[in-house]
């Protein structure tokens, strides 16, 4: 099963900008579909930007789009999260995850079989 570890969290102003990293390791073939899903207190776990590694294809919630950029260094198996111009509704616990196989819609939580340990993102006004 593949191994996920996030980074990159923190404190950050309304407006300004953050960078996430998600570090996997303990798999033979990179999984098809690694990104990051957040949750915050009291709300259910939501699929923020996915991509597929084996082409170019990437999901993004509506809420994010314009201001996120999902990447990936396949070379150094890792998957980053650019954030900018956050405000306080990004405020969460930032989760990687990975799956090797399709399905229906990338952003949902429920198709994904491997998961970090998370990464806080506190937005401040």
């Known amino acids: 099963q593949v191994q996920l570890v996030e980074s990159g969290g923190g404190s950050v102003q309304a407006g300004g900008s953050l960078t996430l990293s998600c570090a996997a390791s303990?798999?033979?073939?990179?999984?098809?579909?690694m990104g990051w899903f957040r949750q915050a207190p009291g709300k259910e776990r939501e699929g923020v930007a996915i991509?597929?590694?084996?082409?170019?294809?990437?999901w993004y919630a509506d809420s994010v789009k314009g201001r996120f950029t999902i990447s990936q260094d396949n070379a150094n198996n890792t998957v980053y999260l650019q954030m900018k111009r956050v405000n306080l509704e990004d405020t969460a616990m930032y989760y990687c995850?990975?799956?090797?196989?399709?399905?229906?819609?990338?952003?949902?939580?429920?198709?994904?079989?491997?998961w970090g340990q998370g990464t806080q993102v506190t937005v401040s006004s």
């Open positions: 995850a990975a799956n090797g196989d399709g399905m229906d819609n990338p952003l949902s939580p429920i198709y994904y079989n491997s």
């Open positions: 303990g798999y033979t073939y990179r999984p098809k579909y």
């Open positions: 991509t597929y590694t084996y082409g170019n294809a990437i």
